[in-house]
């Protein structure tokens, strides 16, 4: 059984930084791509940003290019998403979710974590 843990969310302000990680338990993570989504009060989930298997290749919404860096550490078990310079749009419950194959819909994805919220203030 896989278990998605994510840690790190809270309350800031505009500007700030924040770092999400998501820890795994299990002996698939290595072997799994990884991808954060997001989900904000009445809203659809929406994809944030994605890794590959071994880290090499990332991806992420234009809402958030420049801003966020996803990585991954296969011998931690963990993912993280960086995010710099944070607006009050991103405020949402943060999920991190990973499969044997990234993709840039949530529907791709069988494991989840539970969420973490983070919240801008302005």
């Known amino acids: 059984q896989v278990q998605l843990v994510e840690s790190g969310g809270g309350l800031v302000q505009a500007g700030d930084s924040l770092t999400l990680s998501c820890t795994t338990s299990?002996?698939?993570?290595?072997?799994?791509?990884m991808a954060w989504f997001r989900q904000a009060p009445g809203k659809e989930r929406e994809f944030v940003a994605a890794?590959?298997?071994?880290?090499?290749?990332?991806y992420y919404a234009d809402s958030v290019k420049g801003r966020f860096t996803i990585a991954k550490d296969n011998a931690k078990n963990t993912m993280y998403l960086q995010m710099n310079n944070l607006k009050p749009e991103d405020t949402a419950v943060y999920y991190c979710?990973?499969?044997?194959?990234?993709?840039?819909?949530?529907?791709?994805?069988?494991?989840w974590g539970q969420g973490t919220q983070v919240t801008v203030s302005s």
């Open positions: 299990g002996r698939t993570f290595s072997s799994f791509g």
């Open positions: 890794v590959t298997w071994n880290g090499g290749s990332t």
């Open positions: 979710a990973g499969d044997n194959q990234i993709s840039f819909r949530n529907y791709k994805y069988t494991y």
